[in-house]
């Protein structure tokens, strides 16, 4: 069973695709994020962390592996994992993000004041003291961030291809901002989340 959902028309799922209800507030999957890129766990203790996390019974958990994979669609906010070698359209996205060498722009850890001000800034939310924000709806908030909040400029920062400006002061400046904003794991979305189903399986 897949879940899908319309965020503008329907209730949010607290449930998994295979039946299983689960923690759905944003603060749960940003542990799940800075879980998975912690070294200094194994992968055992990982999968027993990352089900105490979320699920609320583990006794209900059939299939140890569905139960992660449920996890890491929630984690997608719903969506499904694209084809990579579905048509040559995708193939040539795909070169082209390889080509400019795009990697990860934020982070949950390092970036936590960022995000907190940006939040507070453009939609007045506290994301310290706001008792309940499922994780979808966090996830669309910060992907509508706009480019007026010092969050979405250290992130375009981070994600401008220095070989593309011919300026060199230009150049020079933005090469400053990527050392000042660099971030200790730079690996892009698709990156993390491949690592993340290795590092389990």
Do not use: C
Request: charged share 35%; net charge negative.
């Amino acid at each position: 069973m897949v879940i899908k959902s319309n965020i503008l028309l329907d209730k949010l799922p607290n449930i998994t695709p295979s039946g299983l209800k689960i923690r759905t507030d944003f603060r749960e999957t940003i542990k799940f994020e800075m879980l998975m890129q912690d070294k200094k766990i194994d992968k055992k203790d990982k999968v027993r962390l990352i089900l105490e996390l979320y699920y609320y019974d583990l006794s209900k958990i059939k299939d140890i592996k569905q139960a992660v994979e449920d996890i890491l669609w929630f984690y997608r906010a719903g969506k499904e994992i694209q084809n990579k070698d579905e048509d040559e359209e995708d193939k040539e996205e795909i070169e082209e993000t390889e080509t400019n060498n795009i990697k990860q722009i934020y982070s949950y850890e390092f970036d936590a004041e960022y995000i907190y001000s940006a939040f507070m800034e453009q939609y007045k939310i506290d994301l310290n003291s706001i008792k309940y924000l499922h994780w979808w709806k966090f996830k669309a908030l910060f992907n509508s961030l706009n480019e007026d909040v010092l969050f979405s400029k250290i992130m375009g920062y981070r994600s401008i291809n220095l070989a593309k400006i011919q300026n060199k002061e230009m150049n020079k400046f933005y090469k400053k901002m990527k050392e000042i904003y660099a971030l200790p794991d730079m690996r892009s979305e698709e990156e993390k989340e491949e690592d993340f189903a290795n590092e389990l399986w």
